[in-house]
């Protein structure tokens, strides 16, 4: 049994054009600024539990189950530019990966200030 605790944070300032979502707008509205500072603290909390299998003393297997959960709280600051506008969701494939990471943070972010 294992009980897995963790803590981190990204700070960089983004300095290429992008965008954000934000409680403060509808869902097809997005927050697009030339520059911004982004802070982003991540707290991971997991728990474990497992089995240890001996078949030989040089084959084991070990079984493994747990739960965990990941909270990011992403907050945006000296934003440059500021400008709400409509997000259409992208129909290329490639950018799917992009699209997937933008709504993993959609409902964590904070309106920049």
């Known amino acids: ?3 897995q605790l963790s803590y981190a944070w990204r700070s960089f300032d983004e300095l290429r ?12 509205t997005a927050l697009y600024f030339d520059r911004a ?3 982003s603290p991540i707290f991971i909390a ?12 040089s084959y084991h297997l070990d079984i493994e189950a747990g739960y965990g959960k990941k909270i990011t709280q992403t907050s945006y ?4 530019n500021p400008q709400a506008g409509y997000y259409q969701i992208p129909n290329d494939a490639s950018m799917i990966n992009t699209l997937d990471l933008h ?3 959609r409902k964590k972010l904070k309106a920049p200030t």
């Open 77 to 80: 600051s000296k934003v440059v």
């Open 17 to 28: 054009k992008n965008y954000l979502f934000s409680d403060q707008y509808r869902g097809d």
């Open 37 to 39: 500072h982004v802070y």
């Open 46 to 57: 997991a728990a474990n539990l497992g089995y240890l299998i001996h078949f030989s003393k």
């Open 103 to 105: 709504l993993e943070h």
């Open 1 to 3: 049994m294992a009980l």
